[in-house]
């Protein structure tokens, strides 16, 4: 695991308390733990998407699965995210 200050561990509690602020702390910080981030971002289907976009190292399909919450985001998902599994959402 990286060297990382509690005072980081603890910002990254922080920000994964809603999805909004888990997404764009994994987005901003290099050493953000994937996963955790992750996990808390895709309780919402919005920033699910946006996490499988724009986050490298990203579950793409724990994303695609987070956003069947919503079937607008789940069809968007489908179409937008290259690595996206669309025989799971049919269009």
């Given at each position: 695991m990286k060297n990382i200050s509690k005072e980081f561990l603890a910002e990254q509690d922080e920000?994964?308390?809603?999805?909004?602020?888990?997404?764009?702390?994994?987005?901003?910080?290099?050493?953000?733990?994937?996963?955790?981030?992750?996990?808390?971002?895709?309780?919402?289907?919005?920033?699910?998407?946006?996490?499988?976009?724009?986050?490298?190292?990203?579950?793409?399909?724990y994303c695609q699965k987070a956003t069947y919450k919503n079937h607008c985001w789940a069809k968007r998902f489908a179409e937008e995210v290259p690595e996206a599994d669309q025989k799971k959402y049919k269009i």
């Open positions: 920000a994964c308390r809603r999805p909004s602020t888990a997404y764009f702390f994994a987005k901003d910080k290099k050493d953000a733990d994937i996963e955790k981030c992750q996990e808390a971002a895709c309780k919402h289907p919005g920033y699910a998407y946006s996490f499988a976009l724009d986050i490298e190292g990203a579950d793409i399909e």
